[in-house]
Structures are given as structure tokens and as C-alpha cells.
């Protein structure tokens, strides 16, 4: 089998990936860059015969880099294992040594508050804010066992502590930011997380994301000062979203002072970012992300490496059903390690439809079940994909 094409569309920010083969079989990647970015790659993989999947990856690996660099690569490395599944008849899942549980739990990323203002953007970021979006959030027909909120500087203008008068000294209303926090600023920080426990309780695990991040100091208070709230994790207190390293030293001194679980990686690329942030104990968790850290097979062996120094893994994702499924697959073969991982999209209505093939709706109580059908197991649904093209794209011309 030789790969003839590597085509993409637009949908907003994503970019979905088709490569096509002589023996008419076909596979999906999504990339969260411009297709400008992935359609360069062609002449690299042309010819090849994708079921090599990481002969053809050493190809063009090289060519990527810490998010959004990583985005395009991975793109093509999903693609790649949906096809090899095709051709072998059986599910992705299977090629990474097969199915460790059935169903996979996935948890739903909230952002910050009801925002109950549209003129103040401020307004979402109220404890009260955040518990009545907790309570909404619990009624949600998928059944969420875990729900992650923004605090901190994570969000937009300047997220949750930028809010806060006096919250905080240098952080600005640009994202990424980062600061040192007040004794307001982590008072409010509290209260926030305070607000959602109340509405939680012990029912459902709680994660908050505070990308990326506060200067250590505030960190550290932080993470102890949250210890009475047993929360699942703290994400990115340091550095994460868009920072092109990561900080092994500082995360070790933050994670061995506190009891609260410290999570990090979604924007690294490759396992070797993680390899210190794993050797090293620095972080509780680790979150790579398969549409920037290179793609699925990548994020497993992660995982496994993960799990051999005592670390769990709960994958980042805020992709379309083309990534959530490649993160189904990975996750399915996966160690015991495995958490959850991301679901970004509860906000957005036609998000599985642009989807077939799948039982529905895919996730029920908390979880979505591992399909059996070969590749990624989809097929993309045209009809509703043209819909939400992006303006003067073409469907796959
Ligand atoms: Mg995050």
C-alpha cells in the first residue's frame, strides 16, 4: 500500500486530515494549526506505505515542536494508525497491544463561570459564578464523574484572579500570563474553589486548571491552601499552555510540598519532554496532549513510562470527534495509570454529529465505549461537515 494524497479542510480553528492510499482505504488526523501547516508535509510521505507507521513518522517528526508546532505531525500520525487499522481489520486500540478496559472515562473541562453578564466578563469569575455552573454542569445527560474549572490566570482577560482588585502584581490581560498572587487574590482563589465543593460535594471529583501559571511561591500556597478540598489536581501552576519547555526543578520543589495533586504537559511534544518531569517525581500527573505531543502511539508510551515511576496520566484534549476517538483508542490500551481525559466541547451542539459510524450519544455516564469497528472506527458525515466549513473552503478538493 503506497500513500497518493494528504488533503485537509478548515473548520474554524481545526483542521481535519485525510490521506489517501492506492488500495482506496483512507485515514483521519486532526491538527489544531492552519492546513497551510500540514499540506508542506505531503511531499515528505508520498509514496510511503502507511501501515509503517513509524517509518513514515521519522520521516517528518523532526519537523515539530512544542505547541502549536506538534499539532501537525500528530495530525498525520492518527491518520496514519487509522489507516493501518483499516487495513488490518481491526480497531486502533488493538495495534497498541489491545483493549486494558472496554469503556473509557472522560471528563468535562467547564472553564470558568456562568457568565452572568455578556457586558462584564468579569462576572464569570464570581464564586457564585462557578457553583451555579457546577450545578448545571451535574445535570448534563453525559453524566460527568469529574468537572475542571479555571482559576487563577487561566481564561480570558486575564482570567479569574485578574478579576480580583489588587489580585495579583504583573500579570496582564494577554494569554498566557503569569504573576505573583496577593493575599486577596489567593483568598479569592479559594473561594472560588470553595463555592464548587459546596455544590459537589464528595460526588464528583473536582480539577482546577491555573495555565500557566503563578510565580512558585504563590503556587505553593496554593496547592497547600487547597489540600482541605481533595481535589483530583492542580494543572499548570507553573508553566503549560503555549510555554515552549517545561520546568522540571521548579515542578519538583511545588509537587513535594503539597498534597495536592500537580498535573502538567499538554503542550509538550514528544516523550522526551516528559522525560524529566517523569525520572524526576516533579509532577503527580502528566497530560500530554495527542494533537501536539505527536500523535496516539506517542501519548501510550508515555503512559506506560508514566506509570513505571508511580505517575497517572489524564490526557488533554479539545478536539472534534476525529481526536477524542484517536484519544479512545490510546486510552483504551493504556495502564492502570489512566485517569480521564479531556472533553472540551459540551457547549458546542452539533460537535458528534459531524460524525457516523459511532454508537450515540458517545459518552454515557461519564464514559464512552471503545468501538470494535476497524481504525478510529468513523466516518466523517459530509452533509453536516459542509455546514460548518470554514467560509470558501471545498469539501477534501
Ligand atoms: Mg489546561
Redesign the pocket.
Known amino acids: 500500500m503506497k500513500i497518493t494524497d494528504l488533503k485537509a479542510i478548515t473548520l474554524g480553528r481545526v483542521s481535519i486530515i485525510r490521506i489517501d492510499t492506492d488500495e482506496g482505504i483512507y485515514g483521519y488526523g486532526e491538527a489544531h494549526c492552519p492546513k497551510q501547516q500540514v499540506i508542506p508535509l505531503k511531499r515528505f510521505i508520498l509514496g510511503e506505505d502507511p501501515t509503517n507507521v513509524e517509518k513514515v513518522m521519522k520521516k517528518i517528526r523532526f519537523r515539530g515542536a512544542f505547541k502549536p508546532f506538534g499539532s501537525q505531525i500528530s495530525a498525520i500520525e492518527i491518520a496514519l494508525w487509522d489507516i493501518a487499522g483499516k487495513a488490518a481489520g481491526l480497531p486502533v486500540c488493538k495495534l497498541l497491544g489491545g483493549k486494558v478496559r472496554d469503556k473509557v472515562r472522560v471528563y468535562c473541562d467547564c472553564g470558568a463561570g456562568v457568565l452572568w453578564d455578556p457586558d462584564d466578563p468579569t462576572s464569570a469569575y464570581s464564586p457564585e459564578a462557578y457553583a451555579e455552573k457546577a450545578r448545571r454542569r451535574m445535570k448534563m445527560p453525559q453524566g460527568f464523574t469529574i468537572l475542571k474549572f479555571d482559576i487563577g490566570f487561566?481564561g480570558s482577560h486575564g482570567g479569574q484572579l485578574l478579576s480580583v482588585h489588587g489580585g495579583s502584581y504583573e500579570a496582564e490581560d494577554l494569554y498566557p500570563t503569569k504573576g505573583h498572587v496577593t493575599e486577596r487574590g489567593l483568598k479569592a482563589e479559594i473561594a472560588c474553589v470553595e463555592a464548587i465543593k459546596d455544590v459537589l460535594g464528595d460526588k464528583i471529583g473536582l480539577a482546577v486548571?491555573c495555565?500557566p501559571g503563578q510565580s512558585l511561591p504563590s503556587a505553593i500556597k496554593l496547592a497547600k491552601a487547597l489540600e482541605p478540598f481533595n481535589l483530583l489536581w492542580a494543572?499548570?501552576l507553573l508553566t503549560?499552555?503555549y510555554t515552549p519547555y517545561t520546568d522540571p526543578e521548579a515542578y519538583r520543589i511545588l509537587t513535594s510540598s503539597t498534597v495536592t495533586p500537580i498535573l502538567t504537559g499538554?503542550q509538550i511534544y514528544l516523550r522526551h519532554g516528559f522525560r524529566d518531569l517523569i525520572e524526576q517525581h516533579a509532577v503527580d500527573i502528566v497530560a500530554p496532549d495527542i494533537c501536539d505531543v505527536g500523535g496516539l502511539a506517542e501519548a501510550k508510551w508515555i503512559a506506560e513510562f508514566a506509570d513505571l515511576y508511580g505517575l497517572l496520566i489524564a490526557p488533554?484534549n479539545v478536539g472534534l470527534p476525529i481526536v477524542f476517538m484517536a484519544n479512545v483508542h490510546a486510552a483504551a490500551a493504556m495502564p492502570q495509570n489512566f485517569i480521564a481525559f479531556e472533553f472540551h466541547s459540551v457547549d458546542i451542539p452539533w460537535w458528534e454529529d459531524i460524525v457516523k459510524g459511532l454508537e450515540k450519544p458517545m459518552i454515557k455516564d461519564g464514559f464512552v465505549n471503545v468501538p470494535d469497528s476497524p481504525g478510529l472506527g468513523i466516518e466523517l458525515n459530509e452533509k453536516v461537515m459542509r455546514k460548518h466549513l470554514s467560509e470558501g473552503e471545498k469539501y477534501f478538493e
Open positions: 487561566h486548571d495555565g494543572e499548570d503549560g499552555d499538554e488533554h
